[in-house]
């Protein structure tokens, strides 16, 4: 980032940061991450823009609902040369878990928004956000709770979007659809500024975290925020550990992996490779996922999880965490041989997850993470969720995919 200034007011003013693109020989541009505050104008698109039919919704009836949605893995991407910071896609592979982001969220009739909790530049931005979209009069109180895992690869920042998003969506009566909805979320991704000033930062964004977090499961998606297919794990547990490498400051927040650092990675060396690689991996994921989610296989899929891990971008993000990816890559060659079904990185990491339908393997699994040290505060037990997005009302828990809206 540029050297802190200040307004005319002596507040912090918004900066910018260049970063040069470089995914191939002939693939050299200038990007730049802009500062702004939250419900700017400039980062505002309209509907007509992302290819949504504007609509209107000048009032709603005072409402509040409770929302939980469930983080996402994102295995791997297919192709990062595919998104920039204006234009979200690059397609991939989605996984939802239980753990839970939480929020509740009631409409007013006073056009104020009122937020407490996690994440509170994020919240009172997508708050601003739809009272744009729609034109909406009135307001918004929001309480979130995002699960405290940040910037290791696990979806703090889209998580709390896509919460936030139902949660209002719901209180005004359903606006959106679900693929309405992932295209608003992936086309105004954003996150807290690494300088802690107040502002946000555009975020590169593939529609993984919305697809898993509204629909649950394991998904194919592709470029243009689009479900190409999903398929429930069910009976699938899963072990999430985050390792002690040398790209984290402290335990979970993952300075080392945030914000600057993370976007050079994935306009550079993840991108170079891809160029190279990006075909590779369509034929595996296509050829060989797809038919092994079509018909259920567990092993099939993660035989072709395996090989991605040591292809395109995702060699780029393990191989940021040091000796060339040798301590992720150990762990991920260490869960295949003790019988895991399916085992990767998620994102840019550092955080790997195992997913098996065995209890034995289950067991072996955590019997290796202690033989290593691993601190109980860095493993996760939990498993595959395949319902997605559920809304609590008046007592009722609803899951919203069974509802029919997700249906876009």
């Not at 139902?166 to 690494?194: A, K, T």
């Not at 998606?221 to 429930?232: C, F, N």
Request: charged share 25%.
């Amino acid at each position: 980032m540029q050297k802190q200034t200040q307004d005319g007011n002596g507040r912090p003013a918004p900066q910018s940061l260049e970063i040069d693109i470089i995914g191939g020989p002939f693939d050299r541009i200038t990007t730049v991450l802009e500062e702004f505050a939250p419900g700017q104008k400039e980062f505002v698109r309209s509907l007509e823009s992302i290819g949504i039919e504007p609509r209107t919704l000048a009032s709603a009836d005072v409402r509040e609902v409770e929302v939980r949605v469930p983080a996402r893995l994102h295995p791997t991407v297919v192709d990062m040369n595919r998104f920039n910071l204006n234009r979200p896609g690059g397609g991939g592979i989605g996984c939802a878990i239980e753990v839970f982001f939480r929020a509740k969220v009631r409409s007013t009739k006073t056009p104020e928004i009122v937020v407490n909790g996690d994440r509170p530049l994020l919240t009172t931005h997508y708050g601003k956000l739809f009272q744009q979209l729609l034109g909406y009069g009135g307001g918004f109180e929001i309480e979130l709770f995002d699960h405290e895992r940040r910037h290791v690869g696990m979806g703090s920042s889209i998580g709390t979007m896509v919460a936030v998003s139902v949660g209002m969506n719901e209180v005004l009566g359903r606006p959106f659809d679900g693929r309405e909805l992932r295209r608003i979320i992936g086309y105004h991704s954003c996150e807290e500024s690494p300088t802690g000033n107040g502002f946000l930062i555009p975020a590169f964004e593939t529609g993984m975290g919305a697809m898993a977090g509204l629909n649950g499961g394991w998904i194919l998606g592709t470029d243009d925020l689009e479900i190409a297919y999903r398929v429930a794990l069910p009976d699938t547990r899963c072990v999430i550990f985050i390792p002690d490498v040398p790209t984290l400051d402290d335990e979970f927040t993952g300075r080392g992996t945030a914000a600057e650092s993370e976007a050079e990675l994935l306009l550079r060396r993840a991108r170079q490779l891809d160029s190279l690689q990006a075909g590779v991996k369509s034929q595996l994921i296509f050829c060989d996922m797809l038919p092994a989610m079509i018909k259920g296989d567990l092993k099939a899929i993660g035989d072709t999880m395996f090989d991605l891990c040591f292809l395109g971008s995702k060699r780029a993000e393990c191989e940021q965490h040091g000796a060339h990816g040798a301590p992720i890559y150990d762990y991920i060659s260490s869960f295949r041989e003790m019988g895991t079904e399916i085992t990767g990185m998620s994102s840019v990491g550092p955080t790997i997850f195992a997913l098996t339908r065995s209890d034995e393997t289950y067991d072996r699994i955590l019997k290796y993470l202690g033989s290593q040290g691993i601190p109980e505060g860095r493993i996760i037990e939990t498993a595959v969720d395949n319902a997605g997005a559920r809304v609590i009302e008046d007592g009722v828990e609803r899951v919203v995919q069974r509802d029919g809206w997700l249906s876009g």
